[in-house]
């Protein structure tokens, strides 16, 4: 037998080394990235109603994609006039079905948020991998089932997307409440995202044909006037123009009224706010800020803050709590 050692095994130890080495660089990066602030990837974090970080309520951790799409789903049912339920439904399943991600591929020819199928009439694919327009295929089905705000989520759910795992919605429940009650207003300063300040500079129009696709053309004044004033980099909101009131028949001057009123366009000025700090990766956003709070790309690890009037100035230009007041990476 040789002795003779083939150049394929001497080069072995070499490449084995070589990785080893590419391996410990890229430990060393995020270590570095860490220590100095980089903080890793960026990050999006959902926190029950009220609570606040380290307190040990339950939270739901996402990457801005994540975050985008679940936004998104949420304004295409709350512009629906769908009830919250309706809302976190649609968000279990896409949980379950895509873990939120736009998916190209799937089960069979299964694609997108929801993992629609063009074979069984949901549409192009094209268009399933548009996720307004999934959501919005969602909402169809899921308002004919029913009675379907009183069903449990996993047999709601079921009922439209006919799965072969019908109890697999179920354990996204907790998560998909979490993020509902965030993105649809009800539950104030609830969602942040560690979004790094970005080097490319966002399109405050790319930012309201995003709102308009999500909320619909109403969610922008038609009045120009109205964000007279406004820097081009920013993008103003009067929440009290597109907001409808929950207040029933009640007058302008019945006190009844005018909290629902008040309730209501809080609510939606969270939401929209919210939405805006779920697509700051996506749009180069900077910075949102409403009802007095500021959430900021530079600031990220802070969350929600008090606006002390040292950022962008856009609060101070908003009045009171009715605009929400989002600027883009300049």
Known sequence: MSDTVSPSRRGRPLRIAAAFAVLLGLVAYVVVQY????GGPPRCTVRAAGAGSGDGGPTYEMTPEQAANAAVISAVGT?????????????????????????????????????????????TTAQIQDPVYAAGQFYDHLVKVPGYSRLPLTEAAQRVQRSGFPQAYAKHEPDAA????????????????????????????????????????GVLPKDASVSAGTPAHEVFVPVGSVVKSEAGNAGDGDAAGRTAKDGAAARRGW???????????????????????????????????????AGSGAAARATGAANVQIRTAR
């Open 178 to 217: 979490l993020l509902s009650a965030a993105l649809t207003g009800r539950a104030a300063a609830a969602l942040t995202c560690s979004s790094l300040e970005s080097a490319v500079a966002g399109d405050p129009a790319k930012v309201r044909a995003e709102l308009v696709r999500s909320f619909g053309p």
């Open 79 to 123: 512009t629906r006039g769908l009830p919250e339920r309706a809302v976190t439904i649609a968000l279990a399943t896409a949980l379950q079905e895509s873990a939120l991600r736009n998916l190209g591929h799937g089960d069979r020819d299964s694609l997108g948020l929801f993992q629609q199928r063009p074979s069984k009439g949901w549409g």
């Open 271 to 309: 939401e929209l706010a919210q939405w805006a700090v779920a697509q700051a990766a996506v749009l180069r956003i900077d910075e949102v800020s409403y009802a007095g709070r500021v959430w900021s790309a530079k600031d990220a690890g802070q969350g929600w803050r008090t606006d002390d009037g």
């Open 35 to 38: 220590v100095t602030g980089g």
